[in-house]
């Protein structure tokens, strides 16, 4: 079994900057993909960034050029680097993760969500 736990959405006036963390955990052979979603009440789920393979970033249009996602392989880790935060950024930001098991099943997991408020 894997788990995702996120940390450090917490209040920021807009501007500022915020790095979110999501560690992996669990019965964990590889991870080939990790992103980053945001939710809003009454809209759907969307994508922020996703790293493959702790390489090939891709940004949301929103937020290319202010928004950073990085991984470190060997704590399975991806980070969020938030800047130039605006009022629009305000969401739950969940943490997905993808990959195979140590019993070779593939997974596809979600973190609990951590809010981010961005202040005016």
């Known amino acids: 079994q894997v788990q995702l736990v996120e940390s450090g959405g917490r209040s920021v006036r807009s501007g500022g900057s915020l790095t979110l963390s999501c560690a992996a955990s669990g019965s964990i052979f590889t991870i080939s993909r990790m992103a980053w979603y945001r939710q809003t009440p009454g809209k759907p789920r969307e994508l922020v960034a996703e790293?493959?393979?702790?390489?090939?970033?891709r940004y949301a249009d929103a937020v290319k050029g202010r928004f950073t996602i990085s991984g470190d392989n060997g704590k399975n880790t991806v980070y969020l680097q938030m800047s130039s935060l605006t009022p629009e950024d305000t969401a739950v930001y969940y943490c997905?993760?993808?990959?195979?098991?140590?019993?070779?099943?593939?997974?596809?997991?979600w973190g609990q969500g951590t809010p981010v408020t961005v202040s005016s």
């Open positions: 790293i493959e393979d702790y390489e090939t970033a």
């Open positions: 997905k993760s993808m990959g195979q098991d140590t019993s070779w099943r593939s997974f596809e997991v």
